[in-house]
């Protein structure tokens, strides 16, 4: 079975900074585009960034200039630097994976969230 476990959130200032971790790990042939999304209390949950396998990645406009995704294909993680930090960032994040198990088909996966609250 695949998973992905994510690591780093917590409680922050506003201008301060986390760094988000998701590592895949199971049954794992290929992992295609990856990701991070957010859900805050009462909304929808909605992308942040994205990264592909060939490091190409996209952004919100909320978050650019201020987080950075990166990937390690050797440890199957991705990784979301969040710099200058507002309250508004203040959600759940989840990781997203499009990973091929075997099937040759890349079918998505998703962490089980992490919370990141940014409060004074």
């Known amino acids: 079975q695949v998973q992905l476990a994510e690591s780093g959130g917590g409680l922050v200032q506003p201008g301060g900074s986390l760094r988000l971790s998701c590592a895949a790990s199971g049954r794992i042939f290929s992992i295609n585009a990856m990701g991070w999304y957010r859900q805050a209390p009462g909304k929808k949950r909605e992308l942040v960034a994205t990264i592909t396998g060939d490091d190409s990645t996209n952004y919100a406009d909320s978050v650019k200039g201020r987080f950075t995704i990166s990937r390690d294909n050797a440890k199957k993680t991705v990784y979301l630097q969040m710099n200058s930090l507002k309250p508004e960032d203040t959600a759940v994040y989840y990781c997203?994976?499009?990973?091929?198990?075997?099937?040759?088909?890349?079918?998505?996966?998703w962490g089980q969230g992490t919370q990141v609250t940014v409060s004074s």
């Open positions: 997203n994976a499009g990973i091929n198990a075997g099937s040759g088909r890349f079918n998505d996966y």
